[in-house]
């Protein structure tokens, strides 16, 4: 017992003394960033002369809108989690909670490819650039990359590579102009970019305090930034090439599960649990625009633009889709026709049509 | 008879508070390159967007609708002939 004591009792109060040092030095820090979180709002607020919509009240309204569902994809044996559009604009990627990726013709309807993950949940899919390949991944952490052949007969997976690694699941990749980088997003909190050939990972991007649902590149003439959406609310602009988060907006309620910027690179949406899609303005740094409807209380799951960024199409947990003016911030049209939550949404490259994901196992162009 | 020496206790606590501070420095710096970016007011930014809606409008085929043979999607009518 007195030996304890004796072990104790020279070093506590050096160490006591450090102990206090440390903690005052994170107080002032702690202190100190508050302060800077405050001077943050205060610029952002110093630029808010007007609002979105009022600036757009002199805009033409849009015309009466008809959507129809012109493709039904059916073949998933399970909910469809993820697709892609190839830029052929007719051939499509869709992956599934039942480990199936399958490349459809969305003009005949046909499958042209279809490959076995060896996970279920296979939360992300992409098209590469050039048609030829496609990637995909989930619960198995990893990206894959599968060349697609043209031969029907040859069996895609003795072909799959694997490029990306991350420690919990893939929610969302996609390739860069080239079929030689990915860039992922994952539940372990971070997002990072590969090589395709090597495998080798070119630069990670940390800053989310939780999982990253969702990330969009910026288009080409913009430049190398791409912005991610995570379940710590936060949506983050990064730059590739250093590794560093420019800008960072908090102003969703909830996980954020989508994020696609505006045709120009100027501006992104989001899509959010809280029921609400919203949209940033990059030069501004700040949120212009709020999509929601008391009468709408389901999470939103995917947002994409139309090719002139007037129209913002979100996927509801509802089973519905709103579209919505862009600019005037009202909506436009609502459409049914899945009878399960709509879990993906991207428009066609050339803008003449979506295509939407849902839980009914089903695509719909 | 169990002796904890207090001494790694507290420096196990010490080097989690150097991690939380290294933490707490980062975000700082974070928010000090975040703080002084260059921005707009939303009145330009604004005008920024509805310019490029306006200008890409006719080329959008959601906003503008295709003439009906023009729609890759349309139902297309299959005619067989009978030879």
Known sequence: FSLCLYLISPLVPEMATQEVQLNETLSHLKTESDTLKTKLEEERAKLHDVELHQVAEKVDGLGQFVMKTRRTLKGHGNKVLCMDWCKDKRRIVSSSQDGKVIVWDAFTTNKEHAVTMPCTWVMACAYAPSGCAVACGGLDNKCSVYPLSLDKNENLAAKKKSVAMHTNYLSACSFTNSDMQILTSSGDGTCALWDVESGQLLQSFHGHAADVLCLDLAPSETGNTFVSGGCDKKANVWDMRSGQCIQSFETHESDINSVRYYPSGDAFASGSDDATCRLYDLRADREVAIYSKESIIFGVSSVDFSLSGRLLFGGYNDYTINVWDVLKGTRVSILFGHENRVSTLRVSPDGTAFCSGSWDHTLRV | ?83
């Open chain 2, 1 to 83: 008879m169990v002796c904890y020496r207090l001494t790694d206790l507290k420096r196990g606590r010490m080097s989690n508070n150097m991690a939380k501070i290294a933490d707490a420095r980062k975000t700082v710096e974070q928010l000090k390159l975040e703080v002084n970016i260059e921005r707009m007011m939303i009145s330009k930014a604004a005008a920024d967007l509805m310019a490029y809606c306006e200008a890409h409008a006719k080329e959008d085929p959601l906003v503008t609708p295709l003439a009906s043979s023009e729609n890759p999607f349309r139902e297309k009518k299959l005619f067989c002939e009978i030879l």
